[in-house]
């Protein structure tokens, strides 16, 4: 009886791998009707190759699989030289962070594809334990550290939440752009207060050789539209759909592969859901009050 049930289990595995192994191959024809060519990926925040190949190279091999379609790197320098790649062709698919995804969007007319939703991704202002700033409307006539202009957590979301407080970004408060040195500047009294993403502030405590006992989290925004994977809105709709598909499917192998490079550990814990492009439109708002609709 043993045997038999074990046999039994045995024929069910191999149908199972054999009925995978169809539905890839079946995929893959399916796309090869489009393209026999290798298709092109960037990440709109990757600065060059060799960032690309160590902290994305796993993915890119994943992804290669589970479209049945070699898969190359493209590099590119920020999200404006990504929108031209898209727009003439010479990239595919990228990877972009909400405030990059209103860029391609509006500049090349990318397709929104698949995003990555990420479960504790909101963005936070941060202040020294001892200070005497206790709500957001107390940072009128103080100096903000943030990460980079257009970063969607170290940026713009932290101006929506100053702009909701009743503050004018431009005149009640100073931002300096200080990168990943915002937390040493706070720490040294430099600044007044400090924005990053919930997800990575424990980590960049860590990083800098800091503890959090000695920070207090101001306050703490909304959920942050998610990360998105885009595609080239010259492929047939057809391909567009199959790829999509493919990579929901096939959400547990990529996201393990992502999760190989440290850089990628906020992706921990998320999971692959169909991208709205209603979802960003809050980005597009700050954009639009803070005078930088050109961006868009």
Known sequence: ???????????????????????????????????????????????????????????????????????????????????????????????????????????????????????????????????????????????????????????LAPIKMLIDAGLDPNSDVKIVILGDQGIQALNKSQVDAWTIASDRYQRILNSQGLFAKDFSILAQGKLLPSDVFVMNNQWPDKMIEIVRSRILEHQDQLLESLLVSEVNQPYKGSRFTPANDADYNVIREVYQKIGQGNFL
Do not use: W
């Open 1 to 155: 009886m043993k045997r038999r049930k074990l046999i039994g289990n045995f024929l069910l595995f191999i149908g199972g791998f054999v009925t995978g192994c169809n539905s890839l191959n079946s995929s893959s024809n399916e796309l090869e009707k489009y393209t026999s060519k290798s298709l092109k990926f960037a990440v709109a925040d990757a600065k060059g190759l060799e960032d690309l190949q160590i902290n994305y190279g796993a993915f890119r091999t994943t992804l290669a699989e589970v479209l049945g379609i070699p898969i190359e790197f493209f590099p590119v320098e920020n999200r404006t030289a990504a929108a031209t790649a898209l727009r003439s062709g010479q990239v595919d698919i990228v990877l972009a962070g909400p405030s990059e995804y209103v860029v391609l969007n509006s500049r090349a007319k990318a397709i929104p594809i698949v995003a990555i939703e990420r479960n504790n991704y909101h963005p936070i202002i941060v202040v020294r334990a001892d200070s005497n700033i206790k709500t957001l409307a107390e940072l009128k006539g103080k100096t903000i550290a943030m990460r980079s202009i257009g970063s969607t957590s170290g940026h």
